[in-house]
């Protein structure tokens, strides 16, 4: 396996294989937001939208408090087998999925998931910049990002699967090739360990206790550049969640279609869109950066703004035309603004604290979310979810702003 990581294609490999992961984490997820229709007929509580905003928002709570104490556990560990277990509990939890028989067990088992789907994202980002050090970090991140745009346009396809058989058999389905995938990481997937860290490590292991914490937490809120990082990181939290909870309900409400074909029309268009966004944001990134250090940081904004409008197609619209031109822009949008994170994390943060600093940076863009996803509920139920949506453009309009003219980074990779 060590030959296997000596490589010069490995990091590729890595980036290969935390993709399908990255896929499974945001499929099953996803899947519950298109299937809410054929859901309702055996669980009633789900037959009005602030409930079905709960059952989303418990997930979004629960994943929110467990993204630091993730990143925290991801500096200290080994990631392989910390995002093996993650990948294996959260698949077993969806397959059971298809078992529950009503709201209560539906709520526990999102709740659970939220735990364990947690686990992966510090990890994983975390690695794939272990092992991209160099002009290709912002491409592999954002490769490694549309992993999860294609887990959310697979589980757009949720509610057409469902369907056809039922919703019981898909959660089954699509949870039992999680946990076989997890077997298959065993064989292939290593931690990153270059010759300074095995050192450190030999000399002083790295400890879980308080101090430790204490310090790695000291670091990252002591400094000015990452509380900029975590609002920019949050803000745009708002919409980005938001699209990926309820813009197949736009869909459908907007452009008076059914679920089945709402779910996938919105979210392959996101998807596919922010595939795209993610190769101009990444090669964009890793040139400019060799440049000016700012590289990152422009196209990050860019991508951002590129989002305003976006959501003013989306919220304001009504033809088939503006809405899904709103969902194409946004999509490339959040995909540049996606691929750059963790490297513009990586210019001020070192290696020892990225994953509890992305953890912390998760934490506080998924509370947003949650938020958002109940406000939203509730403009869902009163017929203005279009109106709200658009209205978010205006806090991403100053994140980028505050991005744009606070950051100054000195570094391309910070070393310690």
């Known amino acids: 396996m060590m030959q296997l990581q000596n490589k010069k294609y490995y990091p590729w490999v890595v980036v290969a294989l935390l993709w399908v992961v990255a896929l499974l984490n945001y ?30 928002a418990i997930f979004l709570w629960i994943y929110a408090l467990m993204s630091p104490v993730a990143g925290l556990i991801a500096d200290r560990t080994n990631r392989k087998w910390l995002i093996i277990i993650s990948l294996f509990v959260w698949s077993a939890i969806t ?31 975390s690695l794939i910049a272990d092992y991209h050090q160099g002009g290709t970090r912002s491409l592999a991140v954002g490769l490694h990002m549309t992993g999860l745009y294609t887990g959310q346009a697979l589980g757009g396809f949720g509610a057409t699967i469902a369907t056809n058989y039922s919703w019981q058999n898909t959660f089954q389905f699509f949870g039992l090739i999680g946990v076989v995938y997890s077997f298959i990481l065993m064989l292939f997937l290593i931690d990153f360990k270059d ?40 803000v745009p939290s708002f919409p980005g969640w938001a699209i990926k909870n309820w813009i197949p309900t736009l869909f459908s409400e907007s452009l008076k279609i059914d679920m089945s074909v ?15 966004g993610v190769l101009i944001g990444g090669s964009l990134a890793d040139k400019w950066i060799l440049k000016n250090l700012k590289g990152r940081i422009y196209t990050g904004v860019i991508g951002l703004t590129l989002t305003i409008p976006a959501l003013l197609f989306l919220g304001l619209g009504d033809n088939l035309v503006g809405i899904v031109s709103g969902a194409v822009l ?23 604290h990225r994953a509890a600093g992305y953890g912390i940076m998760n934490m506080t863009g998924v509370f947003a979310g949650a938020f958002v996803t109940n406000l939203l509920g509730k403009s869902t139920d009163s017929g203005h979810l279009g109106r709200d949506l658009a209205f978010l453009a ?23």
């Open 262 to 276: 709402a779910g996938p029309l919105s979210t392959i268009s996101i998807a596919l869109s922010s595939f795209i």
């Open 27 to 56: 499929m099953d997820r996803q899947m519950l937001s298109t299937m809410k229709v054929s859901m309702m007929a055996d669980i009633n509580e789900l037959q009005t939208a602030e409930n079905f905003g709960r059952l989303l």
């Open 394 to 416: 205006l806090p991403v309009a100053v994140a980028a702003f505050l991005l744009l003219f606070s950051l100054k980074p000195k570094t391309a990779n910070m070393e310690d």
């Open 330 to 352: 946004f999509g490339i949008g959040f995909g540049m603004f996606d691929a750059n994170n963790m490297p513009i994390l990586c210019q001020f943060i070192g290696p020892k």
């Open 95 to 125: 397959f059971l999925m298809g078992y529950a028989e009503n709201f209560d067990q539906l709520y526990i088992l999102r709740g659970l998931m939220g735990v364990s789907e947690a686990l992966y994202i510090p990890a994983g980002l």
């Open 195 to 234: 010759k300074k860290q095995k050192m450190v490590e030999n000399k002083a292991p790295v400890m879980f206790g308080l101090n430790s914490i204490r310090n790695s937490l000291g670091l990252l809120l002591g400094t000015f550049s990452f509380w900029v990082i975590l609002f920019y990181f949050a």
